[in-house]
T-cell receptor, first 114, second 110 residues
Framework: ETGVTQTPRHLVMGMTNKKSLKCEQH?????MYWYKQSAKKPLELMFVYNFKEQTENNSVPSRFSPECPNSSHLFLHLHTLQPEDSALYLC?????????????FGPGTRLTVL | SQQGEEDPQALSIQEGENATMNCSYK?????LQWYRQNSGRGLVHLILIRSNEREKHSGRLRVTLDTSKKSSSLLITASRAADTASYFCATDEGTDKLIFGTGTRLQVFP
């Protein structure tokens, strides 16, 4: 266990549904990240939050809406998704201490959009 | 744009053999990290090498870094079936994010 939890672990949703992914870190870290991992593609950074402020939005479609209410929690709200959004969504955190930017990952949410 | 490119994309070996994976990157870095991912799970940090280091060891892992060639290698010695996973390099350019490579899928047969 890395100290980063994600729920749910698996999610199947239709294109008209609204759902949310949750990430929680118990490590006292300042930065949290959402990544998308699709089959046969590199890991794609979606959003970065630093001290609850969004510092990166990597041209992500507006059907993905992140929320970071505090440094320990990160959400990804999903609505009107497309089948190509099916992927493993990974959350990560790090302490942002100087030059050692080691990231701690959660187990991921496997999302299937029908 | 993708920073790290791992080579090979896939590697199959027998238990006890050594596995070597390579990573190339494009820009200046503060450090380079290697991560492991078991199928369908999150990534786990393995080892970090700073830009002023050339080699680092951790257990059965040996990492080298050649900043002149912008490349790194990960060597796993005496591999075990449990080492079967995907391995990713990630570069830290001094911002608040890492740039991950495409990964090498390692299969170790008993």
């Amino acid at each position: 266990e890395t100290g980063v939890t994600q729920t749910p672990r698996h999610l199947v949703m239709g294109m008209t549904n609204k759902k949310s992914l949750k990430c929680e870190q118990h490590l006292g870290h300042n930065a949290m990240y959402w990544y998308k991992q699709s089959a046969k593609k590199p890991l794609e950074l979606m959003f970065v939050y630093n001290f609850k402020e969004q510092t990166e939005n990597n041209s992500v479609p507006s059907r993905f809406s992140p929320e970071c209410p505090n440094s320990s929690h990160l959400f990804l709200h999903l609505h009107t998704l497309q089948p190509e959004d099916s992927a493993l969504y990974l959350c990560a955190s790090n302490a942002q201490r100087g030059a050692y930017n080691e990231q701690f990952f959660g187990p991921g949410t496997r999302l299937t959009v029908l | 744009s993708q920073q790290g490119e791992e080579d090979p994309q896939a590697l199959s070996i027998q238990e006890g053999e050594n596995a070597t994976m390579n990573c190339s990157y494009k820009t200046s870095i503060n450090n380079l990290q290697w991560y492991r991912q078991n199928s369908g799970r999150g990534l786990v940090h393995l080892i970090l090498i700073r830009s002023n280091e050339r080699e680092k060891h951790s257990g059965r892992l040996r990492v080298t870094l050649d900043t002149s060639k912008k490349s790194s290698s990960l060597l796993i010695t005496a591999s075990r079936a449990a080492d079967t996973a995907s391995y990713f390099c990630a570069t830290d350019e001094g911002t608040d994010k890492l740039i991950f490579g495409t990964g090498t899928r390692l299969q170790v047969f008993p």
